[in-house]
C-alpha cells in the first residue's frame, strides 16, 4: 500500500515553455502533498507544502509565480513549472501524507526535467 | 534550517557489512530516518530512530545515533548486491525535513 505515483517519469522541454508534472496517491487518500527538487550531488530541498483545496505553502526563496502547485483532489497535486528555462532543470520529487504531518510521507519516484 | 550531510560513495564487497554516515547541526531533531532510493523508484522508508534512543536494530540493519556529535550512523549486515541503491538520512526538525546528499552504495559480487 501507500503507493504514489508521478508522470511523466522525465521531460525535455524547451525554454520558454511551461511544464506540467502530476503526483498521485494511487491506494490512499493524501491530505497533504510535498514537492521537492533534487540537484545532482545535493540533497532535496522542499520547494512547497500543499493541502488540499487550499493554496500551498511555499518555502522561502521558492517563486510561486514560477512554480504553479493545484491541489485540487486528495489524490492528486500538480506542479506546472512555467516559463522553463535550462536552471530549472532538476529532478523533482512529490510526496504525500495521509496524516497532515511531514513524518507519514511516502515519495514518488520523481520526474526528470531537462529544459533545453 | 539544518545542514545534513553525508559521503556521496561507499563501495563494500558482498557479505560485508557497510556503514554509512550522516551528521546534522540541530541538537533539536526529533526524528531520524534512513531512506533507499532504487533507480526510477521513490524513496523507500527503510528505519528511523527516535531522538532519545541511541539504538535501534531491524533485521541486517543497524541504526546508531551519537547525539552529542549529531552523528547517524547505518549499518547493513551481510550486504547484498540488492543493496545497491542511494541511501539517504533525513532529519526532522520542526515538521520539515532536511535530507542529506545522499550516499551511494555499490555492492561488489
Known amino acids: 500500500g501507500a503507493v504514489v505515483s508521478q508522470h511523466p517519469s522525465r521531460v525535455i522541454c524547451k525554454s520558454g515553455t511551461s511544464v506540467k508534472i502530476e503526483c498521485r496517491s494511487l491506494?490512499?487518500?493524501?491530505?497533504?502533498m510535498f514537492w521537492y527538487r533534487q540537484f545532482p550531488k545535493k540533497s532535496l530541498m522542499l520547494m512547497a507544502t500543499s493541502n488540499e483545496g487550499s493554496k500551498a505553502t511555499y518555502e522561502q526563496g521558492v517563486e510561486k509565480d514560477k512554480f504553479l502547485i493545484n491541489h485540487a483532489s486528495l489524490t492528486l497535486s500538480t506542479l506546472t513549472v512555467t516559463s522553463a528555462h535550462p536552471e530549472d532543470s532538476s529532478f523533482y520529487i512529490c510526496?504525500?501524507?495521509?496524516?497532515?504531518?511531514?513524518?507519514?510521507?511516502?515519495f514518488g519516484p520523481g520526474t526528470r526535467l531537462t529544459v533545453l | 534550517g539544518e545542514d545534513v550531510e553525508q559521503s556521496l560513495f561507499l563501495s563494500v564487497r558482498e557479505g560485508d557489512s557497510s556503514v554509512i554516515n550522516c551528521t546534522y547541526t540541530?541538537?533539536?531533531?526529533?526524528?531520524l530516518y534512513w531512506y533507499k532510493q532504487e533507480p526510477g523508484a521513490g524513496l523507500q522508508l527503510l528505519t528511523y530512530i527516535f531522538s532519545n534512543m541511541d539504538m535501534k536494530q531491524d533485521q541486517r540493519l543497524t541504526v546508531l545515533l551519537n547525539k552529542k556529535d549529531k552523528h547517524l550512523s547505518l549499518r547493513i549486515a551481510d550486504t547484498q548486491t540488492g543493496d545497491s541503491a542511494i541511501y539517504f538520512c533525513?532529519?526532522?526538525?520542526?515538521?520539515?525535513?532536511?535530507f542529506g546528499s545522499g550516499t551511494k552504495l555499490n555492492v561488489k559480487p
Open positions: 491506494d490512499f487518500q493524501a491530505t497533504t
Open positions: 510526496s504525500a501524507s495521509t496524516s497532515g504531518f511531514v513524518d507519514t510521507q511516502y
Open positions: 533525513a532529519v526532522l526538525n520542526f515538521n520539515k525535513f532536511y
Open positions: 540541530d541538537s533539536s531533531s526529533t526524528y
